[in-house]
């Protein structure tokens, strides 16, 4: 493969559906999977990956795309940089991802501002009740992130409240 080129791989044990399909399955319930260099390197380890549950129509990358940790996309990325996948408010001229969504103890909020701005960012209740107040500051342009403690969390839904210069955004978090 060339550089900042993407290829999906399917593991389906299908392999008569080409060269793109492996001759293995990929348990739901938790797997591994690595890529390991030929052997003139020893097959040694260029990347590896273990989960956990699979929950259908989640999507899993690294975030920086290629280096950072695996997290959990707001929406796949096949074939293409997952830093794509990062939604992006026109109307509020910003980006927002959480990071490690559905949790299973922590996630992470990555927020990256065009412009400096008051940001006021808020753990909810599915009743709108404020749980953790995780921001409220005039910030700076640029990257923004917060590790949100959620391991004390029941399972269920909660909501995120964005708010920059008294305009609000909410997103769905959940947690295992």
Do not use: C
């Not at 890529?35 to 989960?51: A, H, K, L, M, N």
């Not at 949790?103 to 006021?120: K, T």
């Not at 708010?163 to 909410?170: L, T, V, W």
């Amino acid at each position: 493969m060339l550089p900042n080129t993407y290829i999906i791989i399917w593991a389906d044990d299908d392999t008569e559906e080409g060269n793109v399909h492996t001759n293995f399955n990929l348990d739901a319930s938790g797997d591994e999977i690595g890529i390991f260099s030929g052997p003139e390197y020893y097959y040694s380890v260029i990347d590896t990956i273990s989960f956990r549950d699979q929950v259908a129509d989640i999507s899993t990358g690294r975030l920086p795309n290629g280096s950072g940790n695996f997290v959990t996309l707001p929406q796949p990325s096949p074939g293409e940089n997952n830093e794509a996948a990062i939604p992006f408010d026109s109307t509020l001229q910003f980006q927002f991802l959480i990071l490690g969504n559905p949790s299973f103890g922590n996630g992470e909020i990555s927020l990256d501002l065009f412009e400096p701005s008051d940001i006021v960012i808020d753990l909810l209740s599915i009743n709108g009740q404020i749980i953790e107040r995780v921001e409220n500051a005039y910030l700076q342009e640029g990257r923004h992130n917060y590790t949100l403690q959620s391991a004390f969390l029941s399972s269920g839904m909660y909501f995120i409240r964005l708010e920059k210069n008294g305009e609000s955004s909410f997103y769905k978090f959940i947690e295992l």
